[in-house]
């Protein structure tokens, strides 16, 4: 009588969730068995992954759903915080907005100031 051992799939290999460029994320993809982002082609509106069978995905949103921070990507979060200088507004937004309140004389600052470098100031 044999004896019949139960076969067990090797561990996929340790592979990361995102790749810089389309040919390392193909390669993780296939080695991982799991989709792998490909951070290059990431935007605020849309997210291209490497598939294990070679294929790939694109998914396409009609807004923004991440913004990007330093090096990153963030979430949208427009919950508002008090930021180191004071003034308040959202964690993570497209388009960057101050509530400041306000002073006088020549420490007076605009009361909002919206924008990617804070020029447009009511």
């Known amino acids: 009588m044999a004896l019949v051992q139960p076969v067990f799939a090797a561990p996929a290999a340790n592979v990361p969730d995102s790749a810089p460029d389309e040919a390392t994320a193909t390669a993780c993809a296939r080695a991982g068995g799991k989709q792998v982002e490909v951070s290059s082609e990431t935007t605020e509106t849309s997210k291209t992954v490497a598939n294990p069978d070679g ?3 694109l998914t396409e949103y009609v807004h923004p759903v991440r913004v990007k921070q330093g090096s990153g990507w963030a979430p949208i979060d ?3 915080v008090r930021r180191p200088d004071g003034s308040i507004g ?3 937004v497209t388009v960057d907005v101050s509530l400041n309140p306000g002073g006088t004389g020549s ?3 605009p009361i909002v100031q919206a924008g990617e470098d804070g020029t447009a100031a009511v």
């Open 55 to 57: 294929s790939w995905t």
């Open 107 to 109: 420490a007076a600052k």
């Open 78 to 80: 427009p919950t508002l």
């Open 90 to 92: 959202p964690k993570a």
